[in-house]
């Protein structure tokens, strides 16, 4: 006779296991064993008990039941627990299945077989009950956990994969830079790269009427979903005060106040907007902390000063506001702080220098610049990036 | 990033080390909970052994003169090498604090 355990009752809830919800399959030759077994299950409150008497009719039941436990004895006629286990093992779906096995002490003590063919846990003969008890409920248990993580995981990775795509649609795709490159006489290239599925960064183009047209770059502080959905905050924001009349440090003053009553302190987005104005030739922007944009004219390579407070910090802005020429010929580049934070092979920032002097090599031909560039980058810093990466490369025709 | 505190006759001093950046969030709430509990006027940042600070550190820094501020605490950030140096002027933190060679 063997005495009944006291177990504690199990908490119910959502991230609790309901032992009366499982399925255990015994397979064992001997009846006998099979009805202890069986009584022991019962007592760790699982629902669902099946029986077979040798491997091949236990995947057999397997085929035709899903089981959350698979208890095996080893030695068993037509097939035995091993080689039940090792098929199990090999059929998709089943690699992580719980399964127990019963070791004889004289032919296999550390149950070293066992693990081999797969087994999730093994059990010695004679079974102490509280031992058995214990180790059905541990495996349930993990099982439980990693399921609920799989499935919260796969839940996360869509609703991500979603998410990144809408975040992608606020960017102006490669309609949209043909067509406003067409209208101004530019050549408009971009890249937008989040380094998680979500990033921080935001770029925009605006078509401001008498052959201007507006750039807008920002980097919210942070990367991944805080800081991605401040981007679609910053975008509605946008909608709400279109530039459309302002000078730039005009307008991104305007920005400011709004994005600091709406960021908490220690958040912040960097910021940099300029206007070309394809018939003056000229190029007047605004900052706020943003990495200095490079202007590429006659093989020179210039940086604009784009220091600033970041918008969202202060009440009142201290930006830095320019004007420059921008004759045929010429190129910017915008790009996010994860160009030159990049390290390069011996562990290096690439920094300002090392960027200017990929520009320098690459820009003096004017088909693909972004793309070389970008190519020539990734031959040189390590992959992956920390942070978000967004460059704009604009050249007039 | 790693950091250590000591006391000074007219505030504390807190040297950062390594590098600053979203990572170090939890680690800067001890700072920051320092400074709310300090003695003094003063608190130095000795950035001299400081690598690389990103926008995350940059905010950090943020949130530490918002604790600040309300105690009359004035904050210094010293001894910034080239890449933070840089960082720091292009954010034009010389216009919120104390920023010294």
Known sequence: MIPALDLPAPIAGPNRISFSDCRVLVVDDSRFNREILSRFVQWVGIGGIDFAADGESGLERMAAQTYDLVLLDIDMPVMDGLEMCRRIRATPGWADLPVLMQTSPASDPAGVRCFEAGASDIIGKPINAGEFMARVRLNLEKQFFFRNLTDFHRRLQNDLKLARGMQKSLIPDNRVLADAGARHGLMIEGRFEPSDELGGDFWTLFDLGEGRLGILAADFSGHGISAAINTFRFHTLIERIPPHGYEPAEWLGMLNRPLKDLLPVGQFATCFYAIIDSREGTLSYAAAGAPSPLMFLDGQVTMLDASGLMLGVTRNPIMTADQVPFPAGACLLIYSDAVTEALDRQGHLLGEDGLIRLVRDIFPHRENRLARLIAAFDNEVQRPLADDLTAICISRL | ?101
Do not use: W
């Open chain 2, 1 to 101: 990033m790693d950091y250590t505190v000591h006391t000074t006759p007219n505030g504390m001093r807190v040297a950062l080390n390594g590098r600053m950046t979203l990572i170090d969030h939890e680690k800067f709430r001890a700072v920051v909970e320092a400074i709310e509990r300090m003695e003094g006027q003063v608190c130095v940042f000795d950035l001299s052994s400081l690598e690389f600070v990103d926008s995350s550190g940059l905010g950090m820094f943020l949130i530490a003169r918002d604790i600040a501020q309300p105690k009359d605490v004035e904050i210094e950030l010293a001894g910034a090498q080239d890449t933070v140096k840089r960082i720091l002027e292009i954010a034009k933190f010389n216009t919120l604090f104390r920023v010294t060679p």
